[in-house]
């Protein structure tokens, strides 16, 4: 079974910055690559909903993000390490929550239309960033 496991959180003031790490495992088992997946970011800030932040094509490195953080995060993919980046930058007090990845299987081509409506197959279990004022 595919595992993500999240690293790299943690207390940063406002205007600072982090690189969260993604780490994929399990998804050789049945001839499977990198390729065949979507990675995505997503964050659950205290008492709120999960949102969807970026999104990566592991086929093409396609990038994508939702408009509150275009210009701010970057999100990379190092397929040697089966690693998905999101670099937070310009971080400011609303960034708070915690940080998880997830990973879509052989997304369609409409999957990257409205992939955070269709969401992810797998979740690792989140890493906290903490945005102080």
């Known amino acids: 079974e595919v595992q993500l496991v999240e690293s790299g959180g943690g207390l940063v003031q406002a205007g600072g910055s982090l690189r969260l790490s993604c780490v994929v495992s399990?998804?050789?088992?049945?001839?499977?690559?990198?390729?065949?997946?979507?990675i995505g970011w997503f964050r659950q800030a205290p008492g709120k909903e999960r949102e969807g932040v970026s999104c990566?094509?592991?086929?093409?490195?396609?990038?994508y993000y939702v408009d509150s953080v275009k210009g701010r995060f970057t999100i990379s993919a190092d397929k040697a390490r089966n690693t998905v980046y999101l670099q937070l930058s310009s971080l400011e007090p609303e960034d708070t929550a915690v940080y998880y990845c997830?990973?879509?299987?052989?997304?369609?081509?409409?999957?990257?239309?409205?992939?955070?409506?269709?969401?992810?197959?797998?979740w690792g279990k989140g890493t906290p960033v903490t945005v102080s004022a």
């Open positions: 399990g998804f050789t088992f049945d001839g499977f690559t990198f390729d065949d997946y979507a």
């Open positions: 990566i094509s592991g086929r093409d490195g396609s990038a």
């Open positions: 997830g990973a879509r299987f052989r997304p369609s081509h409409f999957y990257y239309t409205d992939w955070i409506r269709y969401g992810m197959d797998f």
